[in-house]
């Protein structure tokens, strides 16, 4: 299949990466609560408990897709804070945005599409940075975490929630079944889009592992780099500071 990427270029994985959000945007909410049984609810919710957010904080929401964490983080930082929802691709910001506001979030945040591998932001910007789903649908990472590293303020923390490896052979097996045969199923069948959901399947695969990703935020700068399973490791969260 071409969506095995190991064989395709960097700009034609950039270009794959574009359809597929651009084709699951509409239905990107509903997919994620189906297929995760809800349970990206709570990885979520972990990610905003080990962020330190406090009022007044300026956050970077980078792949913030459809925004379930930039809502979360302009309910705590307030009037003084900001959050930006960063992402490359302008059908989820549009999503997003339509989203927030509908909830009548509206003051504190402002979407900008933006590349995870040049942001554009001067060094020094932010207290916090979030990644959630996104870093393994960047063509680049070690570049990416080096962009971050540089626009994160001294003291700040990078938060990189994404898919792993799960601890335990048994629960791989369950996963991978789970991921290659019925998340492409449920994409048809819901989504009359199959090809997405293999390409997430495949994407899951590829990604690095839980020390792999801990290594490579650590080459960058990042210290006290730590990360906690989630879910058996099926998700995990890194963690990592600039000093
Ligand atoms: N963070 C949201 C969440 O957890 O629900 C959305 C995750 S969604 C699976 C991945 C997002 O990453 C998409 O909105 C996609 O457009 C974005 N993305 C992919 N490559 C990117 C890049 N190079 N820079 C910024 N965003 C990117």
């Given at each position: 299949t071409?969506?095995?990427?190991?064989?395709?270029?960097?700009?034609?994985k950039?270009?794959?990466v574009?359809?597929?959000?651009?084709s699951?945007a509409?239905?990107y909410?509903?997919m994620n609560?189906l297929?995760?049984?809800?349970?990206?609810?709570?990885?979520?919710?972990?990610?905003?408990?080990?962020?330190?957010?406090?009022?007044?904080?300026?956050?970077l929401?980078?792949?913030g897709g459809?925004?379930?964490l930039?809502a979360?983080?302009?309910?705590?930082i307030g009037?003084?804070?900001?959050?930006?929802?960063?992402?490359?691709?302008d059908?989820?910001?549009?999503v997003g945005?339509?989203?927030?506001r509908n909830?009548?979030?509206v003051?504190n945040?402002?979407y900008?599409?933006?590349?995870?591998?040049?942001?554009?932001?001067?060094?020094n910007?932010?207290?916090?940075?979030?990644?959630?789903?996104g870093?393994?649908?960047v063509t680049?990472?070690?570049?990416?975490l080096a962009?971050?590293?540089r626009?994160?303020k001294?003291?700040?923390r990078?938060?990189?929630l994404?898919?792993s490896?799960?601890n335990?052979?048994?629960?791989a097996?369950i996963y991978?079944?789970y991921?290659?045969?019925?998340?492409?199923t449920?994409?048809?069948?819901?989504a009359?889009?199959?090809?997405?959901y293999?390409?997430l399947?495949?994407?899951?695969?590829?990604?690095p592992?839980?020390?792999?990703?801990?290594e490579?935020?650590?080459?960058?700068?990042?210290e006290?780099?730590?990360y906690?399973?989630?879910?058996g490791g099926i998700?995990?969260l890194h963690r990592?500071?600039?000093?």
């Amino acid at each position: 299949t071409h969506f095995g990427y190991k064989t395709v270029d960097a700009e034609q994985k950039a270009s794959l990466v574009a359809d597929v959000f651009h084709s699951v945007a509409a239905k990107y909410d509903v997919m994620n609560d189906l297929m995760s049984m809800g349970i990206h609810r709570l990885w979520k919710r972990q990610t905003i408990a080990s962020s330190g957010v406090r009022k007044g904080h300026k956050v970077l929401d980078l792949a913030g897709g459809t925004g379930d964490l930039t809502a979360k983080f302009s309910q705590i930082i307030g009037e003084t804070g900001q959050v930006i929802l960063g992402d490359i691709n302008d059908s989820m910001l549009k999503v997003g945005r339509e989203k927030l506001r509908n909830l009548g979030l509206v003051g504190n945040i402002e979407y900008v599409q933006m590349n995870a591998e040049a942001l554009p932001f001067p060094d020094n910007t932010f207290d916090i940075i979030t990644i959630a789903f996104g870093l393994r649908n960047v063509t680049d990472k070690s570049k990416a975490l080096a962009s971050m590293h540089r626009v994160l303020k001294p003291g700040g923390r990078l938060l990189v929630l994404e898919f792993s490896k799960p601890n335990s052979e048994a629960l791989a097996k369950i996963y991978d079944f789970y991921s290659f045969n019925i998340l492409p199923t449920m994409g048809k069948v819901i989504a009359n889009d199959s090809e997405s959901y293999q390409y997430l399947a495949e994407s899951i695969r590829m990604h690095p592992d839980q020390e792999t990703l801990k290594e490579m935020m650590n080459e960058v700068g990042f210290e006290q780099t730590t990360y906690q399973n989630l879910t058996g490791g099926i998700v995990a969260l890194h963690r990592g500071f600039k000093f």
